[in-house]
T-cell receptor, first 114, second 113 residues
Framework: QQQVKQSPQSLIVQKGGISIINCAYE??????FPWYQQFPGKGPALLIA?????SEKKEGRFTISFNKSAKQFSLHIMDSQPGDSATYFC?????????????FGGGTRVLVKP | DAGVIQSPRHEVTEMGQEVTLRCKPI?????LFWYRQTMMRGLELLIY????????DSGMPEDRFSAKMPNASFSTLKIQPSEPRDSAVYFC???????????FGPGTRLTVL
């Protein structure tokens, strides 16, 4: 059972545009929502994360928006650059549960055209 | 820090052969995770260890898969016998304590013919 659904599977955006990736989760016990960025041939790397006590978190050009009642969260990439071309994974976990195991979404391949 | 180290980076084997994937976590990290990535199923957690002890292996697909962590700086994931459907990229990740960041290795691309 997929507990974290991610969309779209892929998107193409022009340089300077905004990339938006959405995720929805089912388990209301989840309380930690990270986004990972993966470049071809590399392992995923933590990009930004949010806890449900805030509705938005911004780090540079990357912003997470969180809607607890809708059980949805999204990643916005502002002023997208060709170097942002990568696959992005949302994830969710129970932060204080044993192991803090991450459940990943299916991934979104982002291509930023110059 | 060298980060999480995995070997080999690529492995091509024939069906029925034994495959051993290796991982060296970041020094001082007490959690180690093994993941499998495929186009169809995405990133799946196979097993994780805490202080070298396997805690949750519910993601291990079959008895053909086994994982060990004999010490804090080394772990193996073994597939015996291997099958074509095991073809995937296998990642190892480590984390320090209950912290939020898992650090992934570069992965091993396994192809079973």
């Amino acid at each position: 059972q997929q507990q974290v659904k991610q969309s779209p599977q892929s998107l193409i955006v022009q340089k300077g545009g905004i990339s938006i990736i959405n995720c929805a989760y089912e388990n209301t016990a989840f309380d930690y929502f990270p986004w990972y960025q993966q470049f071809p041939g590399k392992g995923p790397a933590l990009l930004i994360a949010i806890r449900p006590d805030v509705s938005e978190k911004k780090e540079g050009r990357f912003t997470i928006s969180f809607n607890k009642s809708a059980k949805q969260f999204s990643l916005h990439i502002m002023d997208s650059q060709p170097g942002d071309s990568a696959t992005y994974f949302c994830a969710a976990s129970r932060f204080k549960a044993a192991g803090n195991k991450l459940t990943f979404g299916g991934g979104t391949r982002v291509l930023v055209k110059p | 820090d060298a980060g999480v180290i995995q070997s080999p980076r690529h492995e091509v084997t024939e069906m029925g052969q034994e495959v051993t994937l290796r991982c060296k976590p970041i020094s001082g990290h007490d959690y180690l995770f093994w993941y499998r990535q495929t186009m169809m199923r995405g990133l799946e957690l196979l097993i994780y260890f805490n202080n070298n002890v396997p805690i949750d292996d519910s993601g291990m697909p079959e008895d053909r898969f086994s994982a060990k962590m004999p010490n804090a700086s080394f772990s193996t994931l073994k597939i015996q016998p291997s099958e074509p459907r095991d073809s995937a990229v296998y990642f190892c990740a480590s984390r320090q304590g209950a912290g939020d960041t898992q650090y992934f290795g570069p992965g091993t691309r396994l192809t079973v013919l």
